[in-house]
Structures are given as structure tokens and as C-alpha cells.
């Protein structure tokens, strides 16, 4: 297993850290003693097989899944824990809530409110979580979508949206909460190439502009390397391998990684 990290995580305390975690279903063990520093800014792409624990990692950096053990740590604080004097506890939901703000996830499916134009599915959160004044609010929203190339589509509703630019409301929908960390789980697998193509671009225009930490599960070989500062190869519910992304693809150390990558590769 290679463990090559870019320079600046060895002397940056992580914005996002796994210590020991696991996660299991019943008999099922998805994360198996999962050890992960992720650096501030830094992107990660996280490939692997079906089943060996990618979306799980996400879901619960989400507070969407609840780990068994270990912890996941947030720019510096317990994500799963609560501090109680020395001792770390099991978080509650209102340290879950607190915590949660730091974190922005743009799904698969888009899960926009079918009954909110763009600019309403933007401003929700921000009003409802952050207590921003509406009209805080729908500046903040009007900016995102036209970051995202959506400035004449902000009283369109979700069916009146191509799936690429729903997925681009999603985004900005994400980043009105001002996270710290942006999680991406699968965002293009359920467009056709063109539109994938063009959530792509929002995204690698995302990376370049904004200061943010970022975790992106993908099928994308191709964006993974171009993108991401380090790819992560899950297998069985651990790293297989990782490293940086030119590395890792030029010169896989595994036969397990290549085996996982000729056949995504034969199947493009």
C-alpha cells in the first residue's frame, strides 16, 4: 500500500481526519479501521469498486451514517464526538447540527425541492439553518447560480431544468451554506456525456476559485486525474493504494489497483 500524500498535508494539521473509523451493517463490515487525513484545500478523489465503502465515507462525514468506531475529526473538532471534559462521547444532534454546517454534499440524484424555483432551493438552508435576512439570502443564492452559469434560470423549478443544470442548482445549493468542506458523491453518473461534461467544468472552475477542502467518489478516471490532488482506492473497506493522482494512474504499486483500472478503462 503506498501512503504519498502532497507536501503541504505533512506539515498542515488535516481538515478532515478518519482515526480508526469503522462502520458495519450487521455481519457486513463497509469500513474496516479506516486511518484517512485529508489537508485543508486539498482534493481527493475516492474510486473503487462497487461496494468497498466510497459512499459510506461521504455519508458519514454527512452525519448521514453514524459510525461504530473511531472518530472523524473537522478542522480540528470531533465530527462524530462531543468533548465532556477529557473525555470524548458520542455526539449529540444538536453537536451533529453544529457541525454539519462545516459540510456541504451534492448527491447523485440531484434531491432538489420539486416545489421551489432555483433560487428558493438556494436560499432554504441559508434562512432556515444560518438565520440569514431572506434578502442576505437570495443575494448570496442569486451569486451561486450565476457562478454556476444559471443567472436565467433562478425562477425556473427543478422540471423545467435539464439533470445537468439541476445538478449545478445542487451545487450552488451546497456552497450557500458556506462549507468548509464539499463533499461530491457520484455527481455525473446519472447524466449523459454532454451533461456531465458540463457539471464537470463547475466543478474544476469551483476548485481553481474557492478555498475549500473536497471529496469527490467517481467513476471520472479521466477528471480524477486532472482534478484531484490525491486519488484514494478503496477495496474491501480499506485503501488499497493511494497517491497522487499522476502517480497513481502512471504507475499503479498494486495488482489489485490495476486489475480495477483496466477494467474501467475497458468498460469507457
Known sequence: MTTDTPDHAAVTAPMVRFERVSKRYGELTVLDGLDLDIAPHEKVAIIGPSGSGKTTVLRMLMTLERIDEGVIWVDGEPLTHRRRGEQLVPADAAHLRRMRGHIGMVFQHFNLFPHMSALRNCMEAPVTVLGL????????????????????????????????????????????????????????????????????????????????????????????????????????????????????????????????????????
Open 133 to 268: 435576512r431572506p434578502d442576505e439570502a437570495r443575494e448570496r443564492a442569486g451569486e451561486l447560480l450565476a457562478m454556476v452559469g444559471l443567472s436565467d434560470k433562478l425562477d425556473h423549478y427543478p422540471s423545467q431544468l435539464s439533470g445537468g443544470q439541476q445538478q449545478r442548482v445542487a451545487i450552488a445549493r451546497a456552497l450557500a451554506m458556506r462549507p468548509k468542506v464539499m463533499l461530491f458523491d457520484e455527481v455525473t453518473s446519472a447524466l449523459d456525456p454532454e451533461l456531465c461534461g458540463e457539471v464537470l467544468s463547475v466543478i474544476r472552475s469551483l476548485g481553481a476559485q474557492h478555498q475549500l477542502t473536497m471529496l469527490m467518489v467517481t467513476h471520472q478516471m479521466g477528471f480524477a486525474r486532472e482534478f484531484a490532488d490525491r486519488v484514494c482506492f478503496f477495496d474491501a473497506g480499506k485503501i488499497a493504494e493511494q497517491g497522487p493522482a499522476q502517480a497513481f494512474f502512471e504507475n499503479p504499486q498494486s495488482e489489485r489497483t490495476r486489475q480495477f483500472l483496466r477494467a474501467v478503462m475497458e468498460a469507457v
